[in-house]
């Protein structure tokens, strides 16, 4: 079998998520090429340990995000019978488009892969786990921070191509302001905040904390729906980001489905809500009952006093 994995970028080199796809699809034993979109992070990519090939593939397209060019580029460079990406950000939009140009299947944020591809992913909003076998030839996305990342020590050759795609929308001002800060899908700490904050300055707050302990702050639908001061690269949730970190703080959210969706495998979940009947509680491994207002200070103090 050989398989393909779309390499996820990010300033120009390889995002660590990339060596995580090295290290799942190692484990099927297969032959594994890496496919650098706009040639970021080649050389990088040929320092992973299991990685037979490496092709940057160079283009017009590559100069700005835009999945259904990029999809055409990688489409027509990507061989294998499978075809690996990363499920957040730009990865599950540009393998959407890559089967649905091939006419095979699609399996996004996939959880557990085994040889045989057998295969896990969530189904309805997280509730519940499907196993799959996958005959044939098919696309995946894999969750971030799942799987362990491939060690570094490999001496893959490097080829560069000349492929470029149809530019039709060019998204670059979303990239630009969802950098500005850690992203909540490479953080191993999270703390949310959701429309109980009560109002857009009082991220701060959150901010504040994220400063003390190295987090990144995201937020509730209804927070990013209600103030165009917090980004929607910040919400988390079934139309926002899957997270997986091992510590999750959720301020001020109720704990709808749609965001248990995007957090509920946190390792560990710390609610802090003023009503004891919030769901949220059902999920969290601590639950705090109070308002923020009382809440946040003491914690950052206490946390202050950790680092
Ligand atoms: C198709 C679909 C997709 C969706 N996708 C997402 C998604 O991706 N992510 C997502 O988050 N939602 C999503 N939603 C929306 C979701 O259903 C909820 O409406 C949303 O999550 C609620 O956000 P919230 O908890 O911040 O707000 P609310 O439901 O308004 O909850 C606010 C909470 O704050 C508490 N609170 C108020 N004041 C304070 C205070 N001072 N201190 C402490 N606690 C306080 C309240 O007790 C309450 O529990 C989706 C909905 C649909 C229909």
Redesign the pocket.
């Known amino acids: 079998m050989d398989i393909t994995i779309i390499a996820e970028t990010q300033d120009g080199g390889l995002h660590p998520v990339t060596a995580q796809l090295v290290g799942a699809a190692s484990s099927l034993g297969a032959s594994l090429t890496v496919i650098c979109p706009g040639g970021a992070g080649g050389e990088e990519a040929c320092g992973i340990s299991g990685v037979g090939k490496v092709l940057a593939v160079t283009g017009d397209c590559f100069a700005t995000f835009d999945g259904g060019a990029w999809a055409e580029a990688l489409d027509a460079v990507a061989g294998g019978d499978l075809v690996i990406g990363a499920a957040p950000t730009s990865g599950r939009d540009i393998c959407s488009r890559i089967a649905a140009r091939r006419g095979v299947s699609i399996i996004q944020d996939v959880i557990n892969l085994s040889p045989g591809l057998n295969i896990t992913h969530p189904i309805y909003s997280g509730k519940a786990n499907q196993d799959l076998t996958v005959t044939g030839n098919c696309v995946l996305t894999l969750r971030a921070n799942t799987f362990p990342p491939a060690p570094s020590g490999g001496t893959a050759q490097l080829s560069t191509v000349q492929q470029s795609g149809d530019v039709r929308l060019a998204v670059a001002e979303a990239f630009a302001r969802a950098s500005e800060r850690l992203d909540v899908t490479d953080a191993d700490i999270i703390i949310s905040g959701?429309?109980?904050m009560?109002h857009p300055d009082n991220f701060r707050h959150l901010y504040e904390v994220a400063d003390v302990i190295g987090a990144a702050v995201g937020a509730?639908?209804?927070?990013v729906d209600t103030w165009e001061e917090i980004p929607h690269s910040l919400?988390?949730?079934?139309?926002?980001k899957t997270v997986n970190p091992s510590l999750y703080i959720a301020v001020?959210?109720?704990g709808?489905i749609?965001?248990l969706a995007?957090m509920r495998t946190s390792k560990y979940i710390v609610a802090?809500?003023?009503?004891p009947e919030?769901p949220i509680f059902k999920v969290a491994d601590y639950g705090i009952v109070c308002?923020?207002?009382e809440a946040i200070p003491v914690l950052k103090e206490e946390l202050s006093k950790l680092t």
């Open positions: 959701g429309r109980g009560g509730s639908r209804a927070a919400q988390v949730g079934q139309t926002g001020g959210i109720s709808a749609q965001h995007g802090i809500n003023k009503d919030a308002t923020w207002e």
